[in-house]
């Protein structure tokens, strides 16, 4: 390894000031207001630290514009290599959920170490770039170090904000950072603060509480349990950098949609979404992550005003801003590989985590030549890398092959890991129905447990867990780990008792109770999204098995395994008991603590929890948040304890079509609507409409005025086989339009004889498809076309995972106009085609 020395002699005079400025007094922002006061200025721990920016300005004089483009760009490990590392010198690097050395889901504790070794040593390494500034990588480690076989996986957030515990909270921050170290990773992006209004979001399990309280609370513990004290400036090699995220209102979007758009007040945004960040960044975090959301329509990846006129001036916040997942490409102007306006707002660093990351490079660089980026922001953004990398010790640490931690196999998994996550599970449990105090049960008696989620540990882990959305993976992929069934079995038995697991429900012999375990399969950001709250939407298969359960007069407790509040009335009230388990990770047997008593009956652990979140009472009833007026299932802070004879009546099943708020869903009206893009095929060759005019081979498409300027397109299709989709990269949910009167409507002009085929895709194999023609006449005038949805459902198309609402085929060349694509209802009378 090769030394790294200072030389405070060849520090150059500072183009910028190294530290950030803050001030209480507000000031004028171009091309916005001044920044309100209640933006407040950050109290870190951190003591004034002179000599850390002395040597931040020595390295920075010494640095050529090269050497500082590559600290501000994080590829990722599947598209760079150690090679490319000493070539470049990157500040930092990642990987992502479901992303492992070598491409191995299994890769050893070993294997990740040899990996970070391999990446720094490349990085201080100064044969090629001149640089010995080492790198440091970061991962998704959102419960537990979940990309790691073996290790401990803890609640999700959903959970542990159930526990209102802390306490609790900073001991599994702490515990997972040492396991973070075990395998050689500097940094954590974690705690997600976001606080969720509408639980239609796929993340919903990713934030504590609706409640900022408990998420600003929660945001202190875990930066103080990840980083350690940092009073002296120093984080040791147990602890890890953190990362509040994401940069703002990520919880507030509009109809609880993915990266969609946050329409609250500015005071609203602080007071609700932006307390994570005042109680983090109090407690010292050395980063903050941009948020793929929008705020009044502006990506926050490219908003100047929330970045660096709140964050950074405002706020005092002098460590570094970094993007998400490709984040800087969404702001309008900009691509994956070109995209000055996110470093010009107050990105600090690009998460490039394809190959475009080397475009990306070569365009900064040539940014930076040409003075469109001032040299003063550059510098701005390296000091703030450079600042936190000497906070954190880089510069004097062992390579990560030699610290502390690494090669250390015990600490992955270890016991008393595994102890506080049990805990975790214990205190979030939260009991909705008790009836008769039926719990907790003795466990000495004849039990039947059956669900699809009593003995998969996957499943009652989530999504980020070993894969991005918690799929594909095997209770044989957790080892060490214990499922909820197991955790039944060991307690039951210990105590004389009999247990029996039958995932339908069938027994040999008759059980004195049935315990029950179901709930959502995992999944994480965008496939979790969805248009309503009902569980298992058109498909009750659970409720139906505790149906028959109940019908044999067997008492039935239900343990449901779920992301977020859903509406699961009909289900309440087919179970004498009903415990919500949220996502409990690997430690599946702190749920059986609760359940069971001891063996003389008296209880052995509290039934602890509270609802973080408001119960919804209908399917449509969302956003509902405390506070709000409306009156949900179950309150804010409901949880019922062992001891109470609070009894739950049979509840209303009837859902409340007039909160149904589900419109139009827009394809196109005067441009492509979010989520969708517009993808045209021809001849093997695809592009992404980005303009108002796009060519591909034979397939032309370009912008037309009908009512409006450009509500229009016109689409030549010159050869048979060529086509257009309107796509997104996640599942859409469009059951809302499975119902009689549902249609996909536009306005269709056809300017030549049209062969065109209309399809809707549902995945991989999954689609339907039906011939224009049968919905059209034959002249030139313009006509609504309506084509009932039912046609497409027949043919077997799930509604639930919409990837392609609209796609159009030719048949032979044709030219066709076509306007305000949506999905809609209506009263009308619809038929199919009869072949």
Known sequence: MKSFTLSVAAAAVSLFTLTACSTSQTKEVTGHKSVPDFWPEIQSPINDQQEVEKKVTALLAQMTIEQKVAQIIQPEIRDVTVEDMRRYGFGSYLN????????????????????????????????????????????????????????????????????????????????????????????????????????????????????????????????????GDISDGNIDDQHVISTVKHFVGDGGTNKGDDQGDNLASEKELFDIHAQGYVHGLNAGSQSVMASFNSWHGEKIHGSKYLLTDVLKDKMGFDGFVVGDWNGHGQIPGCSNDNCPQALLAGLDVYMAPTPTWKPLFENLVAQVQSGEIPMARLDDAVSRVLRVKIRVGLFDLPSPANRSLSGDTSVIGAKAHRDIAREAVRKSLVMLKNNQQILPLKPAARVLVAGDAAHNIGQQSGGWTITWQGTGNQNSDFPGATSIYSGIEQTVRAAGGSVELSENGQYTTQPDVAIVVFGETPYAEGNGDIANVEYQRGAKQDLALLKSLKAQGIPVVSVFITGRPLWITPELNASDAFVVAWLPGSEGGGVADVLFSKADGTVNYPMHGKLSFSWPADPYQNPVNKGDGKQPLFPYGYGLAYGDTTSVGMLDETVNSQLNSAGDVLLFQQSVQQPWSLVATSNGSQKSMNSNTLSVNTLNIRTADRLVQEDTLQIDFGNAGDSIRFFSPFPEDLLDFGSAGSALAFDFQQQSPSDISVTMECGEGCKAKLKLNDFITGNADWQKVVIPMSCLVEQGLNLREIYVPLAMTSGAPTTFRISDIRLTHTDAELTCPAH
């Not at 191995?104 to 770039?129: F, G, R």
């Not at 396991?179 to 992006?189: K, L, P, Q, S, Y």
């Open 96 to 227: 992502g959920g479901g992303s492992f050395p070598g491409a191995n889901k299994h890769a050893t504790p070993k294997e990740w170490i040899a990996l970070a070794e391999a990446m720094y040593q490349a990085s201080v390494d100064d044969s090629l770039d001149g640089s010995n500034i080492p790198t440091m990588w970061g991962t998704d480690a959102v419960h537990g170090h979940n990309n790691v076989i073996g290790a401990t996986l803890f609640p999700h957030n959903i959970g542990l904000g159930a526990m209102r515990d802390p306490a609790l909270v900073e001991k599994i921050a702490t515990a997972t950072a040492r396991e973070v170290r075990a395998t050689g990773i500097d940094w954590i992006f974690a705690p997600t603060v976001a606080v969720v209004r509408d639980d239609r979001w796929g993340r919903t399990y990713e934030s504590y509480s609706e409640d900022p309280a408990i998420v600003g609370d929660y945001a202190r513990a875990i930066v103080t349990g990840l980083q």
